[in-house]
């Protein structure tokens, strides 16, 4: 092949090379294109998604996650509210369900909170949340995790929760014997914590303590200062007789309780009132003790 023929092929390919270029880099514009999405793509998709599973029980997955600041305890919520609203339901469900929630943390971080590590304060938190949501403080556990591999990026942590699960033994055995000393053994914590109200037998008047009463000071001081909130009232029963009259009795009760609650100060539309019956009951009905402990009506500020 002659020198002429040559120069003509490689002058013929590169002809034809640019017109290639020109027409999708300059005219299409693909070749920015192509190189920010792969960017914008590894933006969207740098945060670990949020997953809590119970072996085969439960499975929640969120393309988001909670969010901490950087030396702050409490988490933002709004990416997994969802998954926490459903992981709620399963553990009010699962009444023998423990979860254990461990809070992550780095060492550059400055603890300016009462706990003695800042994993310990973002565990915290979240149980705090859940136990607002009417979850059981028995049935939270709070552990805490030194992670180095942690990033913040601006200054905010995507992640630093982790949730586990364990089975409880029903504690049958620790059951009171009488409805006054199921009574007595109830705690005021906070007016955010469920407490038990029990009635003596054939008595529609709720056994009065120094624990409930405190409870009901609180709830009347609070619910005066937020016109958000509401009081709510909550019947259960053991499993005797029909499912129906059951829900019906529960409803029974609580409406009994919201009528005194009224006569001590506390305004009838500040007051909500609900019936589930048997279907949450917080010992076993297989015994006399079990079933007297689930006729109750509990109480919440919500």
């Not at 880099?25 to 920010?36: F, N, S, Y």
């Not at 005797?240 to 829900?247: G, I, K, R, Y």
């Amino acid at each position: 092949m002659s020198n002429s023929k040559v120069l003509w092929y490689v002058l013929l390919v590169a002809w034809i090379s640019g017109s290639a270029y020109w027409h999708v880099c300059k005219i299409k514009q693909l070749c920015d294109a192509e190189i920010l999405g792969s960017i914008n793509s590894v933006a969207v998709n740098s945060a670990e998604p949020l997953v809590i599973s119970d072996s085969t029980s439960l499975r929640l997955v969120s393309p988001g996650n909670f969010r901490f600041a950087k030396h702050g305890d409490t988490p933002e919520l709004s990416s997994v509210q969802p998954e926490l609203d459903s992981l709620t339901k399963y553990l009010i469900v699962n009444k023998h369900k423990q979860v254990i929630i461990t809070g992550q943390y780095l060492s550059a971080e400055k603890n300016t909170t009462t706990f003695s590590d800042l994993g310990l304060a973002r565990a915290g938190k979240m149980k705090d949340w859940l136990v607002s949501k009417g979850i059981a403080d028995s049935l939270i556990k709070t552990n805490s995790n030194l992670n180095e591999a942690l990033v913040f990026t601006n200054d905010s942590l995507s992640g630093g929760l982790i949730f586990d699960f364990e089975n409880t033994t029903p504690s049958i055995g620790r059951i009171a014997l009488t409805e006054t000393e199921l009574a007595n053994e109830q705690k005021f914590d906070n007016i955010f914590k469920p407490l038990d109200l029990y009635f003596p037998t054939a008595s529609s008047e709720y056994i009065k303590t120094d624990q409930n009463q405190m409870f009901i000071a609180e709830a009347k001081k609070y619910l005066g200062e937020n016109n958000d909130k509401k009081l709510v009232l909550t019947g259960h029963t053991d499993d005797e007789d029909s499912a129906e009259w059951n829900l019906t009795l529960s409803r029974k009760r609580a409406n009994v309780v919201r009528k005194q609650f009224i006569t001590m100060g506390i305004a009838p539309d500040r007051i909500i009132t609900k019936g589930k019956g048997e279907w949450e009951p917080k010992a076993s009905n297989a015994t006399l003790e079990g079933k007297r402990a689930n006729r109750r009506v509990t109480i919440i500020v919500k």
